[in-house]
């Protein structure tokens, strides 16, 4: 078919019966949102009701969503996706998924959208404290994600565990339950404010119980590097990556956990059988405290017993710090980033956009994270009537671990504590081989200073 020979109204309806095709339009004409993300069936269900009413306010756009795993197991499909052009319009992101989205030219440059924001709603954002992690993959302040929503770690302590067995501040069931504040004390074994002091006093007087567990071993490696000041990864002014992770500081800590691990007092994700998470292990009354995102918080409420109480009480803490005066806590959660190709309109990328600040403005990010213990990401969610009342259940009968949560990482003292890690082609393998080295080393498949060597290795190789 010649095209050229074509008069114009014929063209206009070839391109119009294209548009299924092209991914531009679904089989009833709507502008097509794809979204892919990491959410599981409870928050697809809050999803969905966002979505029948964005569809609601604008008929034109529809929406289709699908869960692709963890966030390890989205960056791959999306990095297959993206030479195939079978990439969504949009999905979850970690910052450091997205430079190897910026490196394969896939990633939306999304600085005009943001011009497009009116002061106070671009403020709205900047305030709730997430909004410049989108801005960190060059020095000219391209934005290439922006915040959904946002979690960090807590520790979730078996409160009920420690009173019955005398782990409290006067050593009786009446006491306070003795919470650590900070990792380590070599020098006072008796300081039980320190977690691996206390771990190893439960294990002497309970010696078939593991007292720890750590959700996240990639986690694990970086916040406990950024505690102890250890050199992890850096960057230069021109955005190069550069690897700092191998040295004899971060060898000696790891050493150190190898010993605690040793001695029975922790457990980490990635050495529990099929990957477990440490969060069941928690709720099935076999750990006395996990760390674990907020973002993960309903995996750490217990069952409820005969009488329909909860097994067990469950207070959530501040993670221990090594300096109490400079206190570092991770700060994550699904960002979203947006792809082009030549199979996405520019129709679906100004849909997909709507769609993002649709279910990030006041209502709907307040309404997400009191439905699943993440943060909000807009300044006026927090103010919001709904979130306030749901702050105000704490210390009254309908308080639930949602609302501890809340009111702890609403405190400046977490929020100003937040940290963020470098960013560059590569970093996201970092991440991944650094939390390899705690698994391997704990489970006597490499010594350390093979463990750092590969590790190295593999992460200059992806940076290549």
């Given at each position: 078919?010649?095209?050229?020979?074509?008069?114009?109204?014929?063209?206009?309806?070839?391109?119009?019966?294209?548009?299924?095709?092209?991914?531009?339009?679904?089989?009833?004409?709507?502008?097509?949102?794809?979204?892919?993300?990491?959410?599981?069936?409870?928050?697809?269900?809050?999803?969905?009701?966002?979505?029948?009413?964005?569809?609601?306010?604008?008929?034109?756009?529809?929406?289709?969503?699908?869960?692709?795993?963890?966030?390890?197991?989205?960056?791959?499909?999306?990095?297959?996706?993206?030479?195939?052009?079978?990439?969504?319009?949009?999905?979850?992101?970690?910052?450091?998924?997205?430079?190897?989205?910026?490196?394969?030219?896939?990633?939306?440059?999304?600085?005009?959208?943001?011009?497009?924001?009116?002061?106070?709603?671009?403020?709205?954002?900047?305030?709730?404290?997430?909004?410049?992690?989108?801005?960190?993959?060059?020095?000219?302040?391209?934005?290439?994600?922006?915040?959904?929503?946002k979690s960090t770690e807590v520790l979730f302590v078996n409160a009920s565990w420690l009173k019955s067995n005398g782990f409290t501040d006067d050593g009786t069931i009446t006491g306070n339950p003795l919470i650590p504040t900070k990792w380590?004390?070599?020098?006072?074994?008796?300081?039980?404010?320190?977690?691996?002091?206390?771990?190893?006093?439960?294990?002497?007087?309970?010696?078939?119980?593991?007292p720890f567990g750590y959700d996240s071993d990639d986690n694990m490696y970086i916040t406990l590097s950024a505690q102890y000041g250890i050199p992890y990864t850096s960057i230069d002014a021109e955005g190069n990556g550069s690897i700092d992770?191998?040295?004899?500081?971060?060898?000696?800590?790891?050493?150190?956990?190898?010993?605690?691990?040793?001695?029975?007092?922790?457990?980490?994700?990635?050495?529990?059988?099929?990957?477990?998470?440490?969060?069941?292990?928690?709720?099935?009354?076999?750990?006395?405290?996990?760390?674990?995102?907020?973002?993960?918080?309903?995996?750490?409420?217990?069952?409820?017993?005969?009488?329909?109480?909860?097994?067990?009480?469950?207070?959530?803490?501040?993670?221990?710090?090594?300096?109490?005066?400079?206190?570092?806590v991770i700060s994550q959660g699904p960002s979203i980033t947006f792809f082009q190709n030549s199979k996405i309109s520019q129709e679906q990328m100004d849909a997909s956009w709507k769609f993002y600040r649709f279910i990030t403005n006041s209502?709907?990010?307040?309404?997400?994270?009191?439905?699943?213990?993440?943060?909000?990401?807009?300044?006026?969610?927090?103010?919001?009537?709904?979130?306030?009342?749901?702050?105000?259940?704490?210390?009254?009968?309908?308080?639930?671990?949602?609302?501890?949560?809340?009111?702890?990482?609403?405190?400046?003292?977490?929020?100003?504590?937040?940290?963020?890690?470098?960013?560059?082609?590569?970093?996201?393998?970092?991440?991944?081989?650094?939390?390899?080295?705690?698994?391997?080393?704990?489970?006597?498949?490499?010594?350390?200073?093979?463990?750092?060597?590969?590790?190295?290795?593999?992460?200059?190789?992806?940076?290549?």
């Amino acid at each position: 078919m010649n095209l050229k020979k074509l008069p114009k109204f014929a063209l206009m309806s070839l391109i119009g019966l294209s548009c299924f095709t092209m991914s531009a339009c679904n089989k009833d004409d709507r502008v097509e949102v794809i979204f892919w993300h990491t959410m599981g069936q409870a928050n697809q269900e809050k999803l969905n009701a966002m979505i029948e009413a964005f569809e609601a306010e604008n008929p034109n756009i529809h929406v289709t969503h699908a869960q692709q795993g963890g966030y390890t197991d989205i960056e791959a499909k999306l990095l297959k996706a993206i030479p195939a052009k079978t990439t969504p319009t949009m999905a979850f992101c970690y910052p450091d998924h997205v430079a190897n989205y910026i490196d394969a030219k896939a990633a939306v440059k999304l600085n005009s959208y943001v011009d497009a924001m009116s002061a106070e709603e671009l403020q709205d954002y900047k305030d709730a404290g997430f909004w410049d992690e989108g801005a960190s993959y060059d020095s000219e302040g391209s934005i290439y994600s922006v915040p959904f929503s946002k979690s960090t770690e807590v520790l979730f302590v078996n409160a009920s565990w420690l009173k019955s067995n005398g782990f409290t501040d006067d050593g009786t069931i009446t006491g306070n339950p003795l919470i650590p504040t900070k990792w380590e004390n070599n020098e006072d074994p008796n300081d039980l404010t320190a977690m691996f002091n206390l771990c190893r006093a439960i294990k002497k007087k309970h010696p078939t119980i593991t007292p720890f567990g750590y959700d996240s071993d990639d986690n694990m490696y970086i916040t406990l590097s950024a505690q102890y000041g250890i050199p992890y990864t850096s960057i230069d002014a021109e955005g190069n990556g550069s690897i700092d992770f191998d040295n004899q500081q971060a060898k000696d800590l790891v050493t150190r956990l190898k010993g605690y691990y040793d001695e029975g007092l922790f457990v980490t994700k990635g050495v529990l059988p099929n990957n477990s998470y440490t969060s069941t292990k928690f709720t099935k009354e076999e750990l006395i405290f996990s760390v674990g995102s907020t973002g993960g918080t309903s995996y750490n409420i217990p069952a409820i017993d005969s009488d329909g109480n909860y097994a067990f009480d469950v207070q959530v803490a501040p993670i221990p710090q090594y300096d109490a005066n400079n206190p570092k806590v991770i700060s994550q959660g699904p960002s979203i980033t947006f792809f082009q190709n030549s199979k996405i309109s520019q129709e679906q990328m100004d849909a997909s956009w709507k769609f993002y600040r649709f279910i990030t403005n006041s209502n709907n990010s307040a309404a997400y994270a009191i439905f699943t213990g993440y943060e909000p990401v807009c300044e006026s969610a927090y103010t919001s009537s709904a979130y306030v009342a749901h702050l105000a259940k704490l210390g009254t009968e309908k308080e639930d671990l949602f609302t501890k949560v809340a009111n702890l990482t609403v405190k400046d003292t977490i929020k100003n504590a937040y940290f963020f890690s470098p960013v560059f082609v590569g970093s996201s393998t970092a991440r991944q081989e650094c939390g390899g080295i705690i698994t391997q080393v704990l489970l006597d498949n490499k010594t350390v200073d093979k463990a750092f060597k590969d590790a190295k290795t593999n992460t200059i190789f992806a940076m290549e």
